[in-house]
Structures are given as structure tokens and as C-alpha cells.
């Protein structure tokens, strides 16, 4: 097995983290089937993929090698997050909203928008049936970004309009008690900061997880400060 230097991203908490990279899956996969035999018996893991069926699938290879497999629980990304910023976020009276709960947002937002004449670069496309979705979309990469309405305001073109769509959106979640995905992510990360146990393993394999958006890497942090010992692959 041949270790590489860390990501950029990582780069902070390198001292408890390994990374492999290849441009091979199997050899990828390999490596991590690997950590896994080398874990002493009784410590707790956790696979971290992409997705929960990548997770899933490792597991399994694994189990199928040993006859059977103790102590290790599986996770997507995405649903690592929202497993631990759920109760917080009930705490809190909120609760995360899909897709299409964003896009029925962006709708009603934007049609605020252009009716009291805030929208001005979006104006001719603001009514057509496909302008929510991609400004759903939009809105999400820029929440993801953790870029806030005041700093699109003063860009030229569609700064002005998209500062206003963020502010509606915002001010809509309020009103109806829920979170973007943007949400979750940033109550996750805080989740682990203020009680690192939640993440539930002491050790924790981070199964080719991309890193698309600075909460994302944010959460990977969190993560990697919050286990004893952190296996990622890169592709």
C-alpha cells in the first residue's frame, strides 16, 4: 500500500490521518479492505462513503473474506450529517427540507421578488417553468459556499438578484422551520465540536468521499478531529 500526501483540505489535521491515493477503485478498495484487517479486535469503526451502498459494499467484501464482521457500522456522507444534526436540530424546532421543498421556496421567492420589482438581471427568464430548479440549484452551491447575500449584493449582473433570492429564502426557512442542506451540514459539523463522541467510533474510513463545498470539508474535519485514527482514499 503506497500513502500520499494529504489534500489540501486536510492538511490541518494530517497528524491523525492517513490518506491513500490511486487512480485505480480496486486498488483504493484494497487498501481500505485492509485497515480494516489491520484494526485491533474491540475498536469501534465506521465507514464513511460516497454513498451508503459504497459503505455497504466494503462491509461486506470484508465479511465475506472473515466469515463474519463485529463492530463496524456503515454511512453515507450525506447521511452521517443528517444523523447527527437531526436532534439538534429538533431541539431546535427545525427540520431539514429535500429538493423540492428548496425549489417550492425558490418559486414563491421569486415570485415575490418580481412582483416588487427586486428582480432585474432574472426579470425575462423569472416566469418561465424551468427558472426555480436552476435557481434552486444555484442558491444551494452558494449556501454550500456559505456565501451570505450581503457579499453578492454589491456584484455586478445578477448579484443584486441573487442577494435578494438568498434573502427570501432565508426569511421563508424561518418562517416555516426548516434548513437546507447547507443547514445540516453546518449543524453537524457543530454537533461533533461540541461532543465528539456522537460520531459513535474511535476510528473511521473515509470511503472515496469528495469533497465538493467548504461545509462539506468542514464536516470531514469535524470528523477527522473527533476520531482517534481517520483511513481516507482519494481517487
Known amino acids: 500500500m503506497t500513502s500520499s500526501v494529504a489534500p489540501p483540505v486536510y ?12 487512480s485505480s477503485g480496486a ?10 484487517d489491520e484494526l485491533p479486535s474491540g475498536v469501534d469503526a465506521l465507514i464513511v462513503g460516497a454513498s451508503r ?33 437531526l436532534p439538534a436540530l429538533a431541539a431546535e424546532g427545525l ?16 415570485f415575490e421578488a418580481r412582483a416588487d420589482g427586486r428582480l432585474r438581471y432574472f426579470a425575462p427568464v423569472a416566469g418561465m417553468p424551468g427558472f426555480p430548479r436552476a435557481a434552486a440549484r ?8 456559505g456565501v451570505e447575500a450581503a457579499a453578492l449584493a454589491s456584484l455586478d449582473g445578477a448579484g443584486a438578484d441573487l442577494a435578494a433570492l438568498v434573502d427570501g429564502a432565508v426569511r421563508e426557512a424561518r ?3 426548516t434548513v437546507p ?7 453537524a459539523a457543530r454537533v461533533l ?43
Open 53 to 85: 451502498a459504497a459503505a455497504d459494499e466494503l462491509a461486506l467484501q470484508v465479511a465475506r473474506d472473515r466469515g463474519a464482521l463485529f463492530g463496524v457500522s456503515r454511512s453515507g456522507f450525506g447521511e452521517l450529517a443528517a444523523r447527527l444534526a
Open 27 to 36: 486498488a483504493r478498495l484494497a487498501a481500505a479492505r485492509q485497515i480494516l
Open 11 to 22: 492538511s490541518p489535521l494530517v497528524g491523525r490521518l492517513r490518506v491513500f491515493t490511486s
Open 181 to 187: 442542506r447547507a443547514g445540516v451540514f453546518a449543524a
Open 138 to 145: 444555484t442558491l444551494h452551491e452558494l449556501q454550500m459556499a
Open 175 to 177: 418562517r416555516a422551520g
Open 95 to 110: 427540520s431539514p427540507t429535500g429538493a423540492l421543498g428548496a425549489e417550492a421556496v425558490v418559486t414563491r421567492v421569486a
Open 193 to 235: 465540536g461540541e461532543r465528539p463522541g456522537a460520531l459513535g467510533a474511535s476510528a473511521v474510513i473515509l470511503l472515496d468521499v469528495a469533497l465538493a463545498s467548504p461545509l462539506e470539508t468542514s464536516f470531514a474535519a469535524a470528523i477527522v478531529e473527533a476520531a482517534s485514527e481517520v483511513f481516507a482514499t482519494v481517487a
